[in-house]
């Protein structure tokens, strides 16, 4: 077990800062024997699910839920912008940080709810929330005084001691013990400076210190990539790099053994060994008090009678084609109604089926619902993916059940259909039935059509953007 854990990272979701992926840290974090993958990205939450799967996929690797938030006590103002002073128009657009971390089911509820304020009631170019709001839902949550961009680094930069003390007396009795004094290793001057006042007043006002490196990316070399993105969201160039004063290429996801070697190096006179130590095992602690369960069970609006409405809409459009009285339909509808109850998806076909109907009442775009089974289709094997063109008998193929089970025959039937192969610019081809409805991009404008009727320029929209068909 590693005895130093990143509780400040940002991934790719840190939207034109963050650089790095869930899926990079957790493989870090892993490989170096780092327990916890904890995240914080500014003002969402957007990276729990993947999170979750990630850490599932490793031994003793656990997820940490938190978020780097914005705070402003002056977003009140925003309406009313274009009639403000100019002192207030300042408090209007400022913001500070705050790191916080979930350390209960409960401080995690509280944390989506500030994380919703932020977008819902706070947000002017970043999402924020007020002092106010976190004070309402400090309730199981940890909190760390952040980067330099935080209220309190700001004031030890420019020496308000005093000021300073008494914003982290404020947040002290708010989070009590679970209030953290931040410091940094990332070979900027103004850190640097910030680590010393900030540990004088930890030690005043007797605060736990934590160290972090302000993760933003994976590996060192992946420093180049961050730099573009923070030019892109400053509207900066390689040769005017504006807004970037504060840039540093060492955000990178350490190894505990490149941060003590780092401690060696350069600030065994920056932060005492007695308070480094301190702060290195307290970012083991802070992930080992985080106990937050989610259950990640699929969760449907429950319909009452859903199961009977379902029933009485699958007999009444039975009736209407005509074959209610043929067996052959009676026992494929009783066997796939049996499979959806028991499965509890009933709910979720209703909703969906409330869904389509409300789009086609408003003349919106539905998609024909319908799928082609084609020789590529996939199924999944005991030990494989193979295309179901591809199964034989005595493969082990996983059933509505969730069991594998033996194929004991194949059949191929003849299909009096023809099948169109599309071919994108990009080489991907897509195969489908001519009747197959496609949208497709036409003349600056969107519709359904059929692919029979695709033109070779059409630009065809599907899940990873649009593409030109051929």
């Given at each position: 077990?590693?005895?130093?854990?990143?509780?400040?990272?940002?991934?790719?979701?840190?939207?034109?800062?963050?650089?790095?992926?869930?899926?990079?840290?957790?493989?870090?974090?892993?490989?170096?024997?780092?327990?916890?993958?904890?995240?914080?990205?500014?003002?969402?939450?957007?990276?729990?699910?993947?999170?979750?799967?990630?850490?599932?996929?490793?031994?003793?690797?656990?997820?940490?839920?938190?978020?780097e938030v914005y705070v402003n006590n002056y977003h009140h103002l925003v309406p009313n912008f274009k009639n403000l002073s100019d002192e207030d128009k300042f408090?209007?657009?400022?913001?500070?940080?705050?790191?916080?971390?979930?350390?209960?089911?409960?401080?995690?509820?509280?944390?989506?709810?500030?994380?919703?304020?932020?977008?819902?009631?706070?947000?002017?170019?970043?999402?924020?929330?007020?002092?106010?709001?976190?004070?309402?839902?400090?309730?199981?949550?940890?909190?760390?005084?952040?980067?330099?961009?935080?209220?309190?680094?700001?004031?030890?930069?420019?020496?308000?001691?005093?000021?300073?003390?008494?914003?982290?007396?404020?947040?002290?009795?708010?989070?009590?013990?679970?209030?953290?004094?931040?410091?940094?290793?990332?070979?900027?001057?103004?850190?640097?400076?910030?680590?010393?006042?900030?540990?004088?007043?930890?030690?005043?006002?007797?605060?736990?210190?934590?160290?972090?490196?302000?993760?933003?990316?994976?590996?060192?070399?992946?420093?180049?990539?961050?730099?573009?993105?923070?030019?892109?969201?400053?509207?900066?160039?390689?040769?005017?790099?504006?807004?970037?004063?504060?840039?540093?290429?060492?955000?990178?996801?350490?190894?505990?053994?490149?941060?003590?070697?780092?401690?060696?190096?350069?600030?065994?006179?920056?932060?005492?060994?007695?308070?480094?130590?301190?702060?290195?095992?307290?970012?083991?602690?802070?992930?080992?008090?985080?106990?937050?369960?989610?259950?990640?069970?699929?969760?449907?609006?429950?319909?009452?009678?859903?199961?009977?409405?379902?029933?009485?809409?699958?007999?009444?459009?039975?009736?209407?084609?005509?074959?209610?009285?043929?067996?052959?339909?009676?026992?494929?509808?009783?066997?796939?109604?049996?499979?959806?109850?028991?499965?509890?998806?009933?709910?979720?076909?209703?909703?969906?089926?409330?869904?389509?109907?409300?789009?086609?009442?408003?003349?919106?775009?539905?998609?024909?619902?319908?799928?082609?089974?084609?020789?590529?289709?996939?199924?999944?094997?005991?030990?494989?993916?193979?295309?179901?063109?591809?199964?034989?008998?005595?493969?082990?193929?996983?059933?509505?059940?969730?069991?594998?089970?033996?194929?004991?025959?194949?059949?191929?039937?003849?299909?009096?259909?023809?099948?169109?192969?599309?071919?994108?610019?990009?080489?991907?081809?897509?195969s489908c039935t001519l009747d197959h409805k496609i949208r497709v991009k036409r003349k600056n404008k969107y519709k359904w059509i059929k692919a029979q009727d695709?033109?070779?320029?059409?630009?065809?929209?599907?899940?990873?953007?649009?593409?030109?068909?051929?």
């Open positions: 077990m590693s005895d130093f854990a990143h509780i400040h990272l940002h991934t790719d979701f840190s939207c034109l800062d963050g650089y790095g992926t869930v899926e990079e840290y957790a493989k870090k974090a892993s490989e170096n024997r780092i327990e916890y993958l904890c995240v914080t990205d500014h003002g969402m939450g957007a990276a729990y699910p993947r999170m979750i799967e990630e850490c599932a996929r490793y031994d003793n690797l656990t997820p940490v839920f938190g978020s408090l209007a657009r400022r913001n500070s940080h705050l790191v916080l971390i979930a350390q209960t089911n409960q401080g995690y509820e509280n944390l989506v709810k500030l994380i919703s304020d932020g977008w819902i009631n706070g947000f002017y170019y970043k999402p924020r929330v007020s002092w106010e709001t976190i004070q309402e839902y400090s309730e199981g949550i940890i909190c760390s005084t952040a980067c330099l961009g935080s209220e309190i680094s700001q004031l030890a930069l420019q020496d308000r001691i005093p000021e300073a003390e008494d914003l982290a007396r404020r947040y002290k009795e708010v989070f009590q013990d679970r209030y953290f004094i931040e410091l940094q290793m990332i070979k900027m001057e103004e850190q640097d400076k910030v680590n010393k006042n900030l540990i004088r007043i930890a030690a005043k006002l007797d605060i736990p210190l934590v160290v972090t490196n302000d993760v933003h990316y994976c590996e060192q070399k992946d420093s180049y990539n961050q730099t573009i993105e923070l030019l892109l969201n400053s509207k900066g160039t390689i040769n005017n790099r504006s807004g970037l004063e504060f840039h540093t290429d060492q955000l990178w996801y350490k190894t505990p053994e490149e941060m003590d070697n780092l401690w060696e190096r350069e600030y065994r006179n920056n932060i005492p060994k007695p308070e480094y130590l301190e702060a290195k095992a307290n970012t083991v602690r802070i992930c080992e008090s985080c106990d937050v369960k989610i259950d990640t069970t699929p969760k449907f609006p429950e319909i009452e009678n859903s199961a009977g409405l379902m029933m009485d809409l699958c007999v009444k459009e039975m009736k209407k084609r005509g074959v209610f009285n043929n067996q052959i339909y009676k026992d494929r509808l009783l066997k796939e109604y049996k499979v959806i109850c028991e499965k509890g998806y009933s709910s979720y076909f209703m909703c969906v089926k409330k869904i389509v109907d409300y789009s086609k009442n408003n003349g919106w775009s539905v998609g024909v619902g319908r799928g082609c089974f084609l020789s590529q289709n996939k199924v999944i094997c005991k030990n494989s993916i193979k295309n179901i063109k591809d199964i034989q008998i005595g493969d082990k193929v996983l059933s509505h059940d969730n069991k594998f089970h033996f194929v004991l025959n194949v059949f191929e039937y003849d299909i009096d259909e023809d099948i169109l192969e599309i071919i994108t610019e990009d080489n991907r081809k897509i695709l033109f070779e320029e059409d630009e065809i929209l599907d899940l990873k953007g649009v593409r030109k068909g051929n």
